[in-house]
């Protein structure tokens, strides 16, 4: 599918040498295009197929019926929604111009844009009615929204005609409250046309039996999760988790498979998404889908699908509780230590970050302590503590600093326990911390891995005071925290 624009550059390249005809060429369309703009018909679109056409600001592209292809029966439920998405973007994007225009009061703009929602609100209504499966009740969206965008041209090609303030000031309110109405009403059809696709998608995942079909559904869903939270709440609310956890508890699905439903579950239920109402379905099968993971993280072939599997897991260790208490009963703690000690499951700062991140919440509860011990747990995490960076890689640095705050944080809430402390001074865990806090390179200058490192630090301390020698006691342990992180963030490397 060629783009406006390509299809532009594709005619500029083979008018090569005869720029003064492209020129008179462009120029005419430009000249018609200013006719057109007041113009909604989607048919008279049409013609403008294989025009190449100028932009400016009030001129953009206007997309044409033939610039995308049509929604029909032949196209797969991916093509679907990767037009169902670009016309809604184009839509939200002029409803957000229009809103900002309003705004300053420019009426031709506001005018010019009134025509463009209406022209791709047309061509989104009339291309996604034609596709199969169309949800009945999209039917009186398209009505309202129709009427709605007719009903904004003809009212801001009233305010082109007058200077009247008091009409103005009265138009660009009833403007507003009309525009606010197609913003609202816009989104609920396009999500009601998103849930109907993915509910497609999660059929054929369902209803097929060729693990083709069901790999290239379950990829079509990972793509579209990576679209943003949305998204992501759409395919939990359409019984997507449910789906995922039948492929991830199959021993029968190969491998692969069982990894990329992982990963889809693990943008799911990321924790950076604002709100995890959505995720109300997953309590159903939480302790299906944990046993699952932390297998498929014991099992794992390779390191790419060990870090999909712990990557889930770490998100759902934040989400509930409970998901910490069916790992222990696991023995994930002996699972995840042992992969940590497999280079070829753990073989980079990233997979080290998603397990020390599940050992910092499994370390809430009193249970992992037993489980730490007995492990050798303290000994790896002094190694996290001494993860770097093998290249400059500012992912890869910014990975390093998670692991180490958060190996800091699961030992300092570790060293509740008496005999944990002791074991992790015997280890030598104190001068690693001191290290950490007095050296700004050691941490890559992180105040988070800074603060971590206090806290570890002082609990220790607080177990076994004399741990800590007195200059360190003085300057790291005795003050307030506050003011234990306001010295140590300010040392220069020439201090240690």
Known sequence: MSSPQSSRQSSCSS????????????DSVQRWMEDLRQMTEVECMCVLQSKPLGVDE?????????????????????????????RALAVSTELGKMFQRLEKRRWQRVHNTAGRVNTHLRSLIQEYSSAPHTPADMQKFEKTLLEKCMELSIITERCLHTEDEYFLKSMKEAIHEILTDVSDSFSQMIDMALANE??????????????????????????????????????????????????????????????EAAAVMAQITSPHHSSTQHLSSFLES????????????????????????????????????MACEILLQLNAVHILLQACRDRQRVDTPYSKDQVVTILANLSVLEQCTADVLEEKGIEQLLVLLNEKPSSSSPSESAACERVQQKAAVTLARLSRDPLLAQTAIQCKAVPRLIELCRSPAERNNSDSVLVACLAALRRLAAECPDSIGPSDHQQLIKPRLVDSFLLCSNMEESFV
Not at 67 to 80: C, F, G, I, M, V
């Open 15 to 26: 008018f090569s040498g005869k720029i003064r005809i492209h020129t008179i060429q462009v």
């Open 58 to 86: 009030d001129a953009e592209l206007i997309v044409s019926a033939g610039a995308t292809h049509t929604l029909s029966h032949t196209h797969t439920t991916r093509d679907n929604l990767q037009a169902l998405l670009k």
């Open 198 to 259: 993915i509910q497609i998608l999660i059929r054929q995942i369902e209803d097929s039996d060729d693990v083709l079909t069901i790999s290239t559904a379950i990829s079509n869903l990972l793509s579209l999760t990576q679209d943003g939270p949305q998204l992501c709440s759409i395919i939990a609310k359409v019984d997507g988790l449910l789906c995922l956890a039948d492929i991830l508890t199959d021993g029968a699905c190969a491998e692969a498979t069982r990894a």
């Open 286 to 321: 939480m302790q299906d889908i944990v046993t699952a993971l932390i297998h498929l993280c014991e099992s794992a072939s390779c390191g790419e699908v060990f870090l999909l599997a712990s990557a889930a897991l770490a998100n759902i260790t934040f989400f509930d509780s």
